[in-house]
């Protein structure tokens, strides 16, 4: 899952944001940009994060067609980065997660069905 989370900073204080953002990060995969806009400079967080595990409901919905393929990614309410400090961001931080679609991502492996027989060993 990709969450883009951003915050305008209080003026004089991007640094202290993005600082902030790049700690808030904590290990995990991710890129902190800045934006000089206008109406104040802007920190955006692009945090990458492992998918889920699939629930019950999700290894239904799998089997079956997607209803519309370039839906939204459904998430947590909120990015899973905490609030920042008090008196760095002018209003309330913003954030959204994608699901990516190109290039697709990886796969992750499969593993073969236990019903399944074993391969023939052609070496024994």
Same mark, same amino acid.
């Given at each position: 899952? %990709?969450?883009?989370?951003? &915050?305008?900073?209080? @003026?004089?204080?991007?640094?202290?944001?993005?600082?902030?953002? %790049?700690?808030?990060?904590? /290990?995990?995969?991710?890129?902190?940009?800045?934006?000089?806009?206008?109406?104040?400079?802007?920190?955006?967080? %692009?945090?990458?994060?492992?998918?889920?595990? *699939?629930?019950?409901?999700? &290894?239904?919905?799998?089997?079956?067609?997607?209803?519309?393929?370039?839906?939204?990614?459904?998430?947590?309410?909120?990015?899973?980065?905490?609030?920042?400090?008090? /008196?760095?961001?002018?209003?309330? +931080?913003?954030?959204? #997660?994608?699901?990516?679609?190109? @290039?697709?991502?990886?796969? #992750?492996?499969?593993? #073969?069905? *236990?019903?399944?027989?074993?391969?023939?060993? +052609?070496?024994?």
């Amino acid at each position: 899952m %990709i969450w883009m989370w951003e &915050a305008r900073a209080t @003026p004089g204080r991007l640094a202290d944001l993005r600082d902030w953002a %790049i700690d808030a990060l904590d /290990g995990r995969e991710g890129e902190v940009y800045l934006s000089h806009q206008p109406g104040g400079d802007l920190v955006v967080v %692009i945090l990458r994060l492992p998918d889920p595990p *699939p629930t019950d409901v999700d &290894a239904d919905a799998a089997t079956a067609a997607p209803a519309d393929p370039d839906s939204t990614t459904k998430g947590p309410a909120t990015a899973p980065l905490p609030a920042p400090p008090e /008196g760095l961001v002018a209003g309330a +931080p913003h954030a959204w #997660p994608f699901r990516q679609v190109h @290039p697709a991502p990886p796969s #992750p492996p499969t593993r #073969p069905s *236990p019903s399944r027989p074993a391969e023939p060993n +052609p070496a024994g």
